[in-house]
């Protein structure tokens, strides 16, 4: 599998800021990364894919102002929540799929917890 | 629409006690089923993936398998330390490569 690391592990912001948050593929070159959102007793939810060198491409009802996603290498995509809200609080997780499109394994991070004030 | 869901959403064993946990599907064409784990405040933790029905995949005390309206993960003989949130996936043929559809989990509690 693919070892993948998030940083950080938990943030506290105030309504209004921005908050940006790494994911980091240790041992496994992306091109393509992946970001989900989880609230409390809620599903995982794909938020967008992270594609290496280009445009990310976003889900439905989720704002790609809102949410900006760079992916400018192989091991590196960061999403920045741009003028948090509350209601952004939430849990964020990054991916990383091994193997072939569509058929491989999907490895996760540990996750960030963000809280906005 | 393609969902999962699964059953029970909370399951409480003792040491020793075999059970097993729910997953029912419906996707336009299957590319792929799913098992983690995912311990509190943690990113899920990567278990089997089935691809057909009639699959098996086992690990230590996990075994998972696959029908073609659901699947099932039995645990055999728990310890606490397999106490944690177990989250069913699928891919489907009409869905983008990193978009696995989720069901809520089934959180296990294994008492000593």
């Known amino acids: 599998g693919a070892v993948v690391s998030q940083h950080p592990s938990w943030v506290i912001c105030k309504s209004g800021t921005s908050v940006k948050i790494e994911c980091r593929s240790l041992?496994?070159?992306?091109?393509?990364m992946f970001w989900y959102r989880q609230f409390p007793k809620q599903s995982l939810m794909l938020m967008a894919t992270?594609?290496?060198?280009?445009?990310?491409?976003?889900e439905q009802g989720v704002e790609k102002d809102k949410f900006l996603i760079n992916h400018a290498s192989l091991t590196l995509s960061t999403l920045t929540v741009t003028s948090a809200h509350p209601e952004d609080s939430s849990f964020y997780i990054c991916?990383?799929?091994?193997?072939?499109?569509?058929?491989?394994?999907?490895?996760f991070g540990e996750g960030s917890r963000l809280t906005v004030l | 629409e393609d969902q999962v869901t699964q059953s029970p959403e909370a399951l409480r064993l003792q040491e020793g006690e075999s059970s097993s946990l729910n997953c029912s599907y419906t996707?336009?064409?299957?590319?792929?089923l799913f098992w983690y784990r995912q311990d509190p405040g943690k990113g899920p933790e990567f278990l089997f993936t089935?691809?057909?029905a009639g699959e098996e995949k086992e690990k230590e005390r996990l075994k998972a398998t696959l029908t073609k309206k659901e699947s099932f993960l039995h645990i055999t003989a728990p310890k606490p330390e397999d106490s944690a949130t177990y989250l069913c996936?699928?891919?489907?043929?009409?869905?983008?490569?990193?978009?696995?559809?989720f069901g809520k989990g089934t959180k296990l509690s294994v008492k000593p």
């Open positions: 996936a699928v891919r489907s043929y009409g869905g983008s490569q990193g978009n696995l559809i």
């Open positions: 089935l691809y057909s």
């Open positions: 996707v336009s064409g299957l590319r792929g």
């Open positions: 991916s990383v799929q091994t193997g072939a499109p569509y058929t491989g394994e999907l490895f």
């Open positions: 992270s594609n290496e060198g280009s445009k990310a491409t976003y």
């Open positions: 041992d496994f070159q992306a091109t393509t």
